[in-house]
């Protein structure tokens, strides 16, 4: 019998994966680790607090679930597109409704306007309230799909890093009157103040003031009406869930209770982190989904801070928010998903958050009645609500300890007055977040809601680049970065990496 004598098989190591370190777990910190994650990068996303998420972490409390932060969904295509990357389909994990109307504005005097995707039902809505602005609306739409295909789909997900790129594109900026105020672009299409008002307050969404932020962010309006709004069924926090096994599937992980205390510089290049417990975490690549001036002033060496801590001190925070969490033993069934509801004041309101940082005694009002939609995020028989007001940030010096309960007494004085009768003998849970907690959970500067103001002159080239441009292998991520705040804007930020960052096989 002839004996063969084989040599075993050899067995070739497998190529070292670099490794990516993700600071924060908000959306834009879990849509980076999906991102590198497909290109062959090892992730491990870090993340302070007890559960992932950030600003769309969840309350469950007493039989209610409450989403924290973000509570609607437009350019859902951006979500497809992180799922796919994994193979995936996103109707697999999460299921998606559109919402109709997408809210309804409830003005002082209790008239409102229901805002949809549909074009003849807005004509109907703008023609009851201003006959004669009927075409205005037609133009104004015009332009905000212009604006939209320009400031979003083109440049979204381009790198702002190096001035060349704003000059190129400043004169389309300055075409569609980026240079004006969204409230003073609105206001070139229409004449009546109500109108004015329902299509200028969506900077709101983003942190801005609508007689501040540049008139580029016109754009919202064409998003939603073009992708429309939709809701997570089970909550936002369905999404956060979603991405977090995505990123396990790909071999990343996720430590939560793992708060970064010191991005490390060495020869001008990140090379890991320290943590809190003492732990040093050694990465290839650093992102940070943290706030961007707390990156620069304090996760980063002196010597490697890109915004220096005088113009740090000179930018604009967006406003704070107050948000009262509360679950109700009865049902609202004429309080649809989602109400805007205007105070009194407009312009002079937003001076009081914006400019003058003062608590004024009038509010205007976001309600979110889940539950319309998704009656599992209650007891049987029971709503969930949240009610958010924008206030001043931090820098207004107000002490939340002692003015946070005053301030829901009020709110729910006027919503029991207003669209929740018996209010105040049906609460059976209750919790409120102030800029305080976003400064102390979330390492918020001056507690805002939303980084740094959306102005122009803090915006694309003028705002944290991506990559950063002291530290080699540093890039940025969230809200506090380009494009800014709200779910497409994180959302594209992590998108911008795709360009920005080197492929794996620059460190095999």
Not at 11 to 29: D, N, Y
Not at 139 to 157: D, K, N, P, T, Y
Request: a positive charge; proline letters at 7%.
């Amino acid at each position: 019998m002839l004996t063969l004598d084989v040599a075993p098989p050899r067995h070739t190591a497998r190529p070292r994966k670099p490794h990516a370190v993700v600071i924060g777990s908000g959306f834009g910190g879990l849509a980076a680790a999906v991102r590198l994650g497909a290109r062959g990068y090892r992730v491990t996303v870090l993340e302070r607090l007890g559960q992932p998420g950030g600003r769309a972490r969840v309350h469950r409390q007493d039989g209610f679930t409450f989403d924290a932060g973000p509570t609607i969904v437009t350019a859902p295509f951006l979500f497809e597109e992180l799922w796919a990357l994994c193979g995936r389909r996103l109707d697999e994990d999460v299921t998606l409704v559109p919402m109709r109307p997408f809210y309804r504005i409830r003005f002082h005097d209790g008239a409102s306007v229901d805002v949809s995707g549909d074009e003849a039902a807005m004509r109907a809505q703008v023609a009851r309230i201003a006959p004669g602005e009927v075409e205005a609306y037609g133009r104004f739409m015009a332009a905000s799909e212009e604006i939209c295909r320009v400031g979003f789909e083109q440049l979204g997900h381009v790198p702002f890093g190096e001035a060349g790129t704003m000059l190129r594109v400043a004169p389309d900026l300055l075409r569609l009157g980026g240079h004006r105020s969204v409230h003073g672009l609105v206001s070139r299409y229409f004449r009546d103040e109500r109108l004015r008002t329902v299509f200028s307050f969506h900077p709101l969404l983003i942190g801005g003031s609508p007689f501040r932020a540049s008139a580029i962010y016109c754009l919202i309006a064409a998003l939603e009406r073009r992708w429309g709004v939709h809701w997570a069924m089970g909550g936002t926090g369905r999404l956060v869930e979603g991405l977090v096994r995505l990123i396990e599937g790909q071999g990343g992980r996720l430590r939560c209770h793992a708060e970064v205390t010191r991005i490390r510089v060495e020869g001008g290049a990140a090379t890991g982190v320290d943590l809190a417990d003492g732990t040093r975490l050694p990465a290839d690549i650093v992102v940070s989904n943290a706030d961007s001036v707390v990156t620069a002033l304090d996760l980063l060496p002196p010597e490697a801070r890109g915004w220096r801590e005088r113009r740090l001190a000179r930018a604009s925070s967006s406003m704070g928010l107050f948000v009262w969490y509360f679950g109700m033993r009865r049902t609202y069934p004429d309080v649809p998903h989602h109400t805007i509801l205007l105070g009194p004041r407009y312009r002079d309101l937003l001076a009081d958050i914006f400019r003058r940082k003062v608590l004024a005694e009038d509010f205007s009002l976001y309600l979110h009645r889940p539950t319309a939609t998704d009656p599992g995020l209650a007891p049987p028989g029971c709503d969930a609500f949240y009610v958010l007001s924008p206030v001043p940030n931090l820098d207004g010096g107000q002490d939340w300890a002692a003015l946070a309960e005053p301030y829901r007494q009020r709110i729910a004085r006027h919503l029991e007055a207003t669209l929740l009768p018996g209010l105040s003998e049906a609460v059976v849970t209750s919790r409120v977040t102030t800029p305080r907690e976003f400064r102390d959970d979330f390492r918020a500067y001056r507690g805002s809601a939303f980084g740094l103001e959306p102005i122009l002159s803090q915006s694309a080239y003028f705002r944290p680049h991506n990559r950063s441009d002291r530290v080699r292998h540093l890039y940025l991520v969230g809200a506090g970065t380009h494009p800014g705040a709200g779910l497409p804007g994180v959302l594209s930020s992590s998108r911008i990496l795709d360009r920005v960052v080197p492929d794996a096989s620059v460190f095999a």
